[in-house]
């Protein structure tokens, strides 16, 4: 049996050719009755439907939000298989966004629902948190690795009720005296750099979640070290909607800036259904056009 492709190395490839952004597919109640869709199941799909068809060719990476399907119960599930399933055969990168954290057994079936070829679920990368402990999220990094997808761990996150936890600084750790968030960065930066293939990634298939509104300094990370070989990819909310300017994105990331996806919902499907398409051309133009 040939090996999967990396993550790390789909990813790097899609950052080539489309850019940086990555379009996400977050059916809020407004955005649905604005595409003049009902709040049900069968609206949800369609919105994702639309969405993957604006994104196909204009971008490389979707990121739907698990959380406006879930809404939806079993029928909800079955709406967003469909999304999964067709934005994955357009050939966009497909990112969860379900935020799974929990004992790693349990975390591990996360995976296995998310990230198993041929499940349902099945997406290229999905979002975990790692707040019960670095070690809880091993065999799903393990998991990752050994079948072509991607993880991207929360560190310091978009909302700004976040900072309370995420600096808090650790203790009875090999990392003690680093931040939450930072030990998260450089936990999850070591882990790509000791896989057997490091030396010729470039980039690693597992990342960190850094929001754009974020101070990362103040969140003990530290954006002016030298760069993580292989490159760590980071999932970047808060562009857009949230107020970050992408014009700034040097500026927040520093050294980390070259694995930078920058994820944009609201700011983007609120164009509608007519607008949408051309709204991702021109976010992704002026994200290129801010290119560092
Ligand atoms: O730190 C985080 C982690 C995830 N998110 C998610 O990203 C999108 C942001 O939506 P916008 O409309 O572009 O604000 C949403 O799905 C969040 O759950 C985040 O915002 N911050």
Redesign the pocket.
């Known amino acids: 049996m040939t090996a999967p492709v990396a993550f790390g190395d789909r990813l790097h490839g899609a950052l080539e050719r489309y850019g940086r952004l990555c379009v ?1 597919i ?1 059916p809020h109640a407004s955005l649905l009755d604005q595409w003049g869709l009902d709040d049900t199941a069968a609206g949800v799909r369609e919105f994702g439907l639309r969405v993957v068809g604006a994104a196909a060719g204009r971008a490389g990476i979707v ?1 739907p ?1 698990v ?1 406006f399907y879930e809404r939806h119960g079993a029928a909800g599930y079955v709406a967003l298989e469909r999304v999964l399933a067709e934005a994955r055969d357009a050939g966009l990168l497909v990112i969860a ?1 379900v ?1 799974r954290g929990d004992i790693g057994t349990s975390v591990d079936a996360y995976g296995e629902a998310w990230l198993r070829p041929g499940s349902g679920l099945e997406s290229d990368a999905m ?1 975990v948190s790692a707040y019960q402990g670095l070690g809880s999220i091993e065999s799903v990094m393990r998991r990752a690795d050994a079948t072509g997808k991607g993880l991207f761990v ?1 560190s ?4 700004p009720e ?1 900072a309370a936890i995420q600096r808090a600084v650790l203790q009875q750790s090999s990392r003690e005296g680093s931040t939450v968030a930072g030990a998260i960065c450089s936990g999850v930066a070591a882990w790509n750099a000791a896989r057997e293939d490091a030396a010729d990634r470039p980039f690693g298939s597992i990342g960190v ?3 754009a509104t974020v101070d990362l300094a103040a969140s003990g990370i530290d954006v002016s070290a030298d760069p993580a070989e292989p490159v760590l990819p980071v ?1 970047a ?6 107020g970050a300017d992408v014009r700034d994105l040097e500026a927040i990331y520093g050294t980390l800036s070259a694995g930078v996806i920058v ?7 609120g164009a509608g259904p007519d607008g949408i398409a051309e709204a991702i051309v021109r976010r992704a133009d002026e994200i290129g056009a801010a290119r560092v």
């Open positions: 996400g977050d990121k939000q959380a966004d935020k979002t929360l310091a996150t978009s909302n976040a979640v850094l929001g999932l909310p808060g562009f857009g909607h949230q994820s944009e919902s609201r700011s983007l499907l």
